[in-house]
């Protein structure tokens, strides 16, 4: 309780004299040792009321002190629980980044993706309009072409074109960015198909360059004005390499069985048994297609 009452009470000559039964000036022995009394009194009731003031004092400093250590009291509380919200905060992102990077491995580790590298073009081709990046993306678009129209059921390469280099996060510690990290992550454990190619023209002619990861470099050739056209075959026979079961099936429906054969024949050894069931079966249909019916039999017997 932060109160005091003080009670002080003052005693005088006045007080004693109007007492009754007592007088002061029967004897002036009793008078002297009144007064000395009194002052006694006087004093002993200043000491009281100095000590009640102070303790009045001291009682408003605890309380002071009382108010303070309840605000000190408050202030801790608060900061334990922002310091509860940052923790949860951190382990909520930290938990964020290592669901993110199992992603990232996951992704890689199951890519068969085909990616398209700007292609190489000359200064004049580049100053015209025709720039390596529209390049890669004319042959991602009729690689995807080529896999949308296929009806072979089976799992299909995605295709993409990395036309620009697009602006990523960093990661501090590692000083590389989170495209570069999926990028390293994707070369290292994933089965990706990178493709890359140069353009060449001279004397009315041009020759276009594909090779990739696991494709042998190939050029084609044809006039200057032709370049959609060599863009086409590259992409074919780019998507043959990769998927030769495909683009099989796909010569197949389009009539073109004298191509499909020479694909079916160049691949063959290079694929597992399921693909080369796959490459007799369609060797049977250009055969059946074609008149041949006794042929067209024997593949696909050992189809």
């Known amino acids: 309780v932060c109160s005091s009452d003080l009670i002080v009470l003052e005693v005088d000559e006045v007080a004693f004299s109007s007492s009754p039964g007592l007088s002061l000036s029967d004897d002036d022995g009793v008078k002297a040792e009144m007064r000395a009394f009194l002052a006694e009194q006087r004093e002993l009731t200043r000491v009281q009321r100095t000590l009640s003031e102070k303790r009045v004092a001291r009682t408003e400093a605890e309380c002071e002190l009382i108010e303070t250590q309840t605000e000190h009291l408050h202030l801790t509380h608060w900061q334990?629980?922002?310091?509860?919200?940052?923790e949860l905060g951190l382990a909520a992102v930290g938990a964020t980044l290592l669901v993110g990077l199992v992603i990232l491995i996951y992704g890689a580790v199951?890519?068969?993706?085909?990616?398209?590298?700007?292609?190489?073009?000359p200064k004049a081709l580049a100053e015209s309009g025709t720039s390596g990046t529209d390049l890669a993306t004319r042959f991602a678009a009729e690689?995807?072409?080529?896999?949308?129209?296929?009806?072979?059921?089976?799992?299909?390469?995605?295709?993409?074109?990395?036309t620009e280099?697009?602006?990523?996060?960093?990661?501090?510690?590692?000083?590389?960015?989170?495209?570069?990290?999926?990028?390293?992550?994707?070369?290292?454990?994933g089965h990706q198909i990178q493709i890359s190619g140069s353009v060449?023209?001279?004397?009315?002619?041009?020759?276009?360059?594909?090779?990739?990861?696991q494709l042998p470099l190939r050029t084609f050739r044809g006039e200057a004005g032709d370049l959609d056209a060599?863009?086409?075959?590259?992409?074919?026979?780019?998507?043959?390499?990769a998927e030769p079961a495909e683009m099989a099936y796909y010569l197949q429906r389009h009539n073109r069985g004298s191509d499909a054969i020479?694909?079916?024949?160049?691949?063959?050894?290079?694929?597992?048994?399921?693909?080369?069931?796959?490459?007799?079966?369609?060797?049977?249909?250009?055969l059946l297609y074609s008149g041949r019916t006794e042929e067209a039999m024997v593949k696909y017997r050992a189809a």
Request: charged share 25%; proline share 2%.
């Open 200 to 213: 060449n023209v001279h004397d009315g002619h041009a020759e276009l360059s594909v090779k990739g990861s």
């Open 262 to 286: 020479r694909l079916i024949q160049a691949a063959f050894w290079k694929v597992d048994d399921s693909q080369r069931a796959i490459l007799l079966n369609v060797w049977g249909n250009v």
């Open 230 to 241: 060599l863009v086409t075959q590259s992409a074919e026979w780019a998507y043959g390499q």
């Open 110 to 121: 199951t890519d068969h993706s085909i990616v398209v590298r700007p292609f190489e073009v």
């Open 80 to 86: 334990e629980r922002l310091r509860l919200v940052f």
């Open 143 to 162: 690689l995807d072409r080529l896999r949308s129209s296929n009806r072979h059921v089976g799992e299909k390469r995605e295709v993409s074109a990395e």
């Open 165 to 189: 280099a697009s602006v990523q996060a960093e990661i501090p510690e590692l000083h590389i960015s989170v495209g570069e990290l999926r990028r390293l992550l994707h070369d290292t454990l």
